[in-house]
Structure formats: structure tokens, C-alpha cells
């Protein structure tokens, strides 16, 4: 039994530009979903809807450990053109299959519209129309966690699969990539700014035996074909967050940053082509992308190999470091926090129930001089002292000397 609230997103309604909030809550059976939405008035008033729960599959062993199922929201839109908008989400759950999958509501009554159970987790989700029929579809990468032998919509759980489901929930593809435990991450350049319908599919199996890739692909209304390529050589954490492509500087360059596990950052262009940089550092986990301090350059938080948090610049220079708050060998997770617009974005380091905000700003000279002054002001006071006392005793000394002449 848990009241915990789980999967918290935030997803903005196309129709009103309303900002919903949404969290998911279980109590061992069935899985919930909540979104609230505030309307700024006085006096403030709070809108709330609930969506149907989800129970577990039938004939499923209740497990031991705590069921963690979570809904997690990707989209608000109308995705069939019906009229009405409706909430695609991520079914999630450890250790047991059920509930895994997508599942769509109809935003406005709550109701379930349709399912897409599957054995194994949606890892990432793409929405588009990706080859420009007028349709919209969603590209489906998957993560093998071998929790389970059941095949559920000819999918398994120890292998990592592509697929294309469209809006009404029919498999439309569907391609097994490598046996095993690893994930298949999609990413693709914002479609607003580059007008760019490539996928990207980051093959990550945690074994240096296994084909560990990026690859750019299109969808043609029949299959993902497959363009350019890159070969890690290497291998990468599965579990690791989303890689996505980001513009670091406001300028038409993308970069998909990978933490390869024996080769460190890796940094590739939209042609999968490797960037030269020379940060040394062992990342072991990519975090967070975004412009902490608000100055049009964007930052990377990394979590290094040796427990520490940096923070990089759009160059790919340490900015900041400093070792990780969470002893022991807990695993941290650092997102970025926003406070609020226009204001400084911050780092939040969660371990358990612990979490710690970190600020970033960039210091000019001035403010680093004075910083240093407050801070050591004592050792400037004596070195001041020292060198009044020396000069004042060279003084009495040369008098004494003169007078001694004299
Ligand atoms: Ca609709
Ligand atoms: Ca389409
Ligand atoms: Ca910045």
C-alpha cells in the first residue's frame, strides 16, 4: 500500500495554453492518474480531473515487493483529429509486466480510449506525422529489464524492439534490434525549429560484445529505414537518461552529448559525425542541458565516475565541481529545477528522499574580488598590518641610522 505520488510531468493544453500538472498514485491494485490545473484569479481557483485507473492484468502473482506502477503522461493533444484531445501516457512498472505499454485517455471524460500492453517498457516515445501522409504516428524505442517471459503483442522482455503504433493503437512496425538487456533510446532534432522528420535510435546493451549505435532512420509509412550511422566501438548505461539533441548557443548546431563507459563524452552533430573536445573528465551520467544562469548559453550537468556534480559550459569547460552531497553508494539523480520565469534555473540532486539545490551563476571580476575580500578579509587585515609595521620600523630604522650618522 502507497500513497506515494509518482511520475509528476507537466503538459500544456494546445487548445488554451493552460499548463497542467499531473501525478500518478497506486494503492497495490490499481493505478491512478490526477491532473490539476490553476486558474490565476481571485480567488484562485483549481481545476482537477481524474482519470481512470488501471489495474494490474488479471492472473498476474501479486508481488512481494512494493508494486511501483506509474502512469506517466508524454502528450496532450488530439492525436486522430476527432476534436477532442486526448492524453498519451507511458505505462511504468518494476520488476512486474503489468501495467506496461501506452495507454491513451480521452482528456476530457478520463476514460480510457485505448491500450498498447506490452511485456517490456516504452524507454522513449516519439509523436509526429513522419512521413508527411497527413497521419500522426508514434515511434516506440523499448528497454529489456528480463523481468518476465510473457509475449504480450509480439513483444518481449529480453530483447530491445522499434515499432511504429499509430493513433488508434494498431502495431504498424515492429523490429527486434539485439537479444538481451539494453534499451532502445529515439531522439529527434525539434520539429518546430529545424522542420526535421529524422529518428534517431541509440542502441545502448551494456556489453562491449553487442552493437552498441546511433543510428538515423525515416519512416515511410512501411518501415524505418535506416541512414547514417555510428558505432560506439564501446558500450553506455541503458538506464541512462534520454539522450536528445540540444543547442548549445543559439546557433543552427545540434549535438547529441552520449556517456560512452570506457570512452567518456561523446560528442555527435546531426550527421552522427564526432565533435573533438577536450574535457577529460569520466562522466557517468548526463543529466541535465539547459541554461542555468539565463545568458543564451546553454549548460550540461554531468554526475562523474568519481561522485562528483560538474557543471559544463556550451564549450564543454568545467564550470563548477563539486562532490556529490549523497554519501555512500546510493544512486543520485540531478534534474533541473526551474523557479519561476525569467529567473536562474537549479540543480536538484535527489537521492531516496533527500534533495538539495544547487544555483549557478557566473561571477564577474568584480564580484569574485569582492567575494574573496569578504571571505579573506582577516588575511588581508594582517597582511596589511605586517606591511605597516615593516614600514614603519624601516622608517624608525633609517631615522636611527641617520641620527646615528649624525
Ligand atoms: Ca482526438
Ligand atoms: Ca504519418
Ligand atoms: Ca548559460
Redesign the pocket.
Known sequence: MTNQYRGINSLVNPVDDKPWMFYSFNDGVNVGLVGTSYIWQTPLKREERRFETIRSIEGEPQPTWEWNATIYPEFLADIDGDGRLELVCRMLVGYSTSPRGIAVYDFETGEVKWRFDMPCIVHSLLYG?????G???FIVGTISYKNTSKIINGFDDSSGYLAVIDTSGELLYQEQLFEGFGSVNLSRLPYRETQDKAIYATISTDERKKRNSVTKLSWD?KRLQKHESWDLGTYFDPRGQPYQFHNMDGSRKWRLFLADKSKGLIVLDEDLKPIPHDYQGFIKSICAVGDLDQDGFSEIVVYTADKHIEILDHNLKVRASLPSPIMGDEAVRLHLAETGFDSPMLVAAISGNQVFYYSYNQLSAFVIFRNWVQAYHWLITLILALFAISSLSFILYTQLQFRSLS
Not at 129 to 133: A, E, K, R
Open positions: 506525422d513522419f512521413d508527411n501522409d497521419k500522426t504516428e509509412g
